[in-house]
């Protein structure tokens, strides 16, 4: 005889841990983007001071990022990212250790100041880097990636200027980048928000196919 009341039991059981499993691994968690700091000031033998020198940041200030005592904004992570000879956007990448599967929710912290408006959508140093932009800014600077790079606008608009020509773009509208390709670009207003898809500057793509065997 078929027994539906052990089959409903297992069930109950089964969604139970699910939802244990679920609620153990998926916590709101903040990237400790000072760590990756420290770990890349280290790399490179610099002193807090020599950092100083290049950001024109405090060493208390430095101190207290890389002991998570503060968060910067994706402003003074770009000065530190350039007195480290690196990008703001490969410390965010190692800020987390990696991942297979990790979810991010809407309302999980960047792990900068809140006022940045600058969301990782991918934690951990990973081939791909994502990251969401809100509101009205002016990226203030020149980038130049080693990979390729794609901009997508999610609402609103943005100004992009790459290899001397000026693009606009509206809601739905996507631009890629080659790897190499200078561009600076400027959020048009409170409301836009900007999708940025990267392949990580530590992957070395190549610019064209391998040809095929014969």
């Not at 409903?8 to 968690?29: L, Y």
Request: contains cysteine; aromatic residues 4%; negative net charge.
């Amino acid at each position: 005889m078929h027994d539906d009341t052990h089959e409903e039991k297992d069930e109950q059981d089964f969604r139970f841990e699910f939802d244990r499993d679920r609620k153990e691994k998926d916590p709101k968690e903040t990237l400790r983007v000072g760590v990756a700091v420290r770990k890349r000031r280290r790399a490179l033998k610099l002193t807090l001071a020599a950092v100083s020198a290049r950001s024109g940041l405090s060493v208390p200030f430095l101190s207290q990022i890389e002991n998570e005592r503060a968060r910067p904004s994706m402003r003074s992570l770009e000065r530190v990212a350039d007195a480290l000879e690196t990008t703001a956007v490969e410390l965010l990448a190692a800020s987390d250790t990696a991942r297979t599967v990790d979810l991010v929710r809407a309302a999980d912290a960047s792990g900068l100041e809140p006022a940045a408006g600058v969301r990782p959508l991918v934690r951990g140093h990973h081939q791909l880097h994502a990251l969401e932009f809100t509101g009205d800014r002016d990226a203030g600077r020149e980038y130049q990636h080693r990979n390729d790079e794609l901009m997508y606008v999610v609402a609103g608009a943005c100004q992009v200027e790459a290899e001397g020509r000026a693009y606009r773009l509206e809601s739905g509208d996507a631009l890629f980048l080659s790897g190499g390709v200078r561009h600076r670009w400027r959020a048009a207003g409170e409301d836009t928000r900007i999708l940025v898809v990267a392949v990580g500057d530590h992957i070395h793509a190549t610019a064209e196919p391998p040809s095929p065997e014969h």
